[in-house]
């Protein structure tokens, strides 16, 4: 069965980077691409960018363009998102989800989600 | 980019009851060239991650049942749970993936009246 299982808690002070891996199972990893969605507390989810892992292209927000940078190891059927320069407001659960078969759509396996917490 | 809207923020319903969630997009999102709505919804439950629901508008995922359902096109769309019951329980968000970034609604919260 799809399985993503990411990396466990974070805490980072403001200023730092995290690096997030995402592991793949149970599909073809090359296939479909990898979406990284944040949801702060209290806020709606976010979708931060993505990385087409056949070509690793990648696609970020506007928003995070810059701070953000997604890549992948297909050898070892993982993805990663690292954020740098960060903040309080960045403290929030990050999840890696899938994109669906046709690619560029919903997101249809997810992450367990991994929690950073940003604070000095 | 796209706004996606959400009402009611809350609703209770009795168990056995019809419960409709209503998401509003800033944009069209119905595709001229397949003639498909760029909709999704998602049911999330405490700690845990979103789960798919519904796709393309009106698409069921495999294995959702069938008291779930969605509807709209365009910019106006709908998710009905037709006789809620107490694992329904959760916050439900719709999501547009017509333009990047992708983005979602505010998320409603369903609770049992």
């Known amino acids: 069965q799809v399985q993503l299982v990411q990396s466990g808690a974070e805490v980072k002070k403001p200023g730092a980077s995290v690096k997030l891996s995402c592991k793949a199972s149970g599909y073809t990893f090359t296939s479909y691409a990898i979406h990284w969605v944040r949801q702060a507390p209290g806020q709606r989810l976010e979708w931060m960018g993505w990385i087409y892992v056949g070509k690793g292209n990648t696609k970020y927000s506007q928003k995070f363009q810059g701070r953000v940078s997604i890549t992948r190891d297909t050898s070892a059927t993982t993805a990663y998102m690292e954020v740098s320069s960060l903040r309080s407001e960045d403290t929030a659960v990050y999840y890696c989800a899938r994109d669906c078969d046709t690619g560029w759509c919903y997101f249809d396996h997810w992450g367990q989600g991994t929690l950073v917490t940003v604070s000095s | 980019d796209i706004v996606m809207t959400q009402s009611p923020d809350s609703l209770a319903v009795s168990l056995g009851e019809r419960a409709t969630i209503n998401c509003k997009s800033s944009q069209n999102l119905l595709s001229t060239s397949d003639n498909k709505n760029y909709l999704a919804w998602y049911q999330q439950n405490p700690g845990q991650p979103p789960k798919l629901l519904i796709y393309?508008?009106?698409a069921r995922e495999s294995g959702v049942p069938d008291r779930f359902s969605g509807s709209g096109s365009g910019t106006d769309f709908a998710l009905t749970i037709s006789s809620l019951q107490a694992e329904d329980v959760a916050v439900y968000y719709c999501?547009?993936?017509?333009?990047?970034?992708?983005?979602f609604g505010q998320g409603t919260k369903v609770e049992i009246k």
């Open positions: 999501q547009q993936y017509y333009n990047t970034p992708w983005t």
């Open positions: 393309w508008a009106s």
